[in-house]
Every structure is written in structure tokens, then in C-alpha cells.
């Protein structure tokens, strides 16, 4: 039996696009026994958001201002991002924290922000998809720290070792996000490290979600997260109960404040045992 871990899920917007104050608030969170701080990556939100910050800086002022917390992007559209850049930060992410990022990752959208059409990225689900897929063949083998050869239609590597490698072996977790009754994002989740339901209405459709990635992954018997977003006040036990390992405490992104962040750190994480091996 071990204890649901329980993270902030921050949107860095407006008063959350200081990087510092987001920084701070990392530390307190870790001194009340918070287990890790998550940031969303986004280039803009609509209206009211008007100020965005980057993750990546932020989550390098996360990793120098605490020791022991988890932290990373949540999620990261990798499919506008290019894979060798993200090879290179990652690895020098978690060896500035300690060997403590994990990676969120997914496909995207332009539902709420329009910022993939507004910068000429893919808009096409399906080809997210497969470029998101690329990419993280090209972190895995970048993470390995062998020279990486990788020569497609939209990526090339060719012979570059990216080195130092990151501190965790064999690489930095990767935890994939998706829609609860599509199976594609749960095979791509099963070959990594961990699933992040979007969307998610209920505990049973968590519980189907646990017993479908459990199935793809047999026979692996390596640890496994399922993190779950759920605003504060929520009870996480029944998600608990039904196999999540992490709670993720999420915040409206056009009134997250400060001050409301704050408050709900001190209100302490979760208290609540689970069974890992309905993880496993």
C-alpha cells in the first residue's frame, strides 16, 4: 500500500506568468509535502488570459528553487515542437533538477486558443498523432545517449549524440494524455510510462481505462502512473480506488490567481492509500 501523490497543475497565465512567483510557489508547495508542480504549454489562451508564459523557463526556475518535488510540462504538443530541441532541454532539465522531470505529452488543439492555426502548425489530428509518435522514437533514442539516426518525411537526426544524457534511466518518464473511450492515445500511453485522462466524468470510466492500459502492457510489470486532473474540493478517493496514482489539483485558466493557488497548497495534498498493483 503507498500513498496517492498529489501535484499542482498550473496554467501559466496572467498572474501565474511570473516565472519567480511560480517558482515560489513550487517551494512552498514542497515544504507543505506537495509531490510535484505541473505546468500547461500553451503560446496564448483566449480572452481574458492576456499574459503566457513559457514552461520550459519556468519549470528550469521550479527545478533550481526545490529539491524533492516532481515537476514538467502537462502536457507538451510535440507535434510543434522540434524533437531534437526537446531532446536537448529535457536532458538538461532533469539534470538541473536532480533527476525529477517527467514529460507530459499529447496531440494538442485549437479549440481554445486557435494557436496552432494562428502559427501554421498541423491542424490534422491523425498527423499530430504520428509526428507526436516520431518524436518521442527520437527522444527515446536520444535519451539512450547513442548517436541517433532518424531520417523521415518530417524528421531528420542524423548521427548526433545528445549527451549528457538525462540523470533517470533509461530516460525521462513520459506520461501521454487522451480523450476516456479513444484507444489510440491508450496504446501510445501503454508503451511509456503513464496516461493523463482528459475529460474524465467519472470514476468508472477511469476504472476501464486502468483495465484496458493494464492489458496493453502485459507482460511489463514496471511501475505505472494514471494522473488525474480534478479541481480542488473534488474527493480523489473514489479515483483512487479505481487506480490513479497521482492527483493533478487543476485551476479555471481565466481566473486562476496567486492567491487562489496558494490557498490550495496550504490546504496540503491528498491523504489517501492506494494498491499499487492495480497500476501494474
Not at 500513498?3 to 496554467?11: E, K, Y
Not at 494538442?108 to 486558443?113: H, I, L, M, T
Request: proline residues 9%; aromatic residues 6%; charged residues 25%.
Amino acid at each position: 500500500m503507498t500513498r496517492l501523490r498529489s501535484a499542482l497543475w498550473l496554467p501559466l497565465f496572467d498572474e501565474l506568468a511570473d516565472p519567480t512567483a511560480v517558482a515560489r510557489l513550487a517551494a512552498e508547495a514542497e515544504e507543505t509535502g506537495w509531490h510535484g508542480v505541473f505546468v500547461w504549454d500553451h503560446l496564448r489562451w483566449r480572452a481574458p488570459v492576456q499574459q503566457v508564459a513559457d514552461p520550459w523557463i519556468t519549470l528550469a526556475a521550479i527545478a533550481t528553487a526545490t529539491e524533492c518535488l516532481r515537476f514538467g510540462p502537462m502536457v507538451t504538443p510535440l507535434a510543434r515542437r522540434r524533437p531534437a530541441k526537446v531532446a536537448r532541454e529535457t536532458a538538461t532539465l532533469d539534470l538541473l533538477g536532480g533527476g525529477r522531470l517527467t514529460l507530459g505529452v499529447g496531440l494538442g488543439s485549437d479549440r481554445f486558443a486557435c494557436e496552432l492555426s494562428a502559427t501554421g502548425e498541423e491542424l490534422d489530428d491523425r498527423q499530430r498523432g504520428r509526428l507526436l509518435d516520431e518524436s518521442l522514437e527520437i527522444l527515446t533514442a536520444a535519451w539512450s545517449g547513442r548517436p541517433v539516426h532518424h531520417h523521415s518525411r518530417h524528421y531528420t537526426v542524423d548521427g548526433i549524440s545528445f549527451l549528457p544524457r538525462p540523470v533517470q534511466r533509461p530516460g525521462v518518464p513520459v506520461w501521454a494524455a487522451g480523450l476516456p473511450g479513444n484507444v489510440r492515445p491508450l496504446r501510445r500511453a501503454a508503451r511509456h510510462d503513464g496516461f493523463v485522462p482528459v475529460n474524465l466524468g467519472h470514476p468508472d470510466q477511469l476504472a476501464d481505462i486502468v483495465t484496458t492500459v493494464t492489458g496493453l502492457r502485459r507482460p511489463n510489470t514496471t511501475p505505472y502512473d494514471i494522473a488525474v486532473p480534478l479541481p480542488p474540493g473534488a474527493d480523489p478517493a473514489p479515483y483512487a480506488k479505481a487506480g490513479a496514482t497521482w492527483w493533478l489539483a487543476e485551476f479555471a485558466p481565466e481566473t486562476v490567481t496567486l492567491d487562489q493557488v496558494r490557498g490550495v497548497l496550504r490546504d496540503g495534498p491528498a491523504d489517501i492509500g492506494i494498491d499499487m498493483e492495480r497500476t501494474r
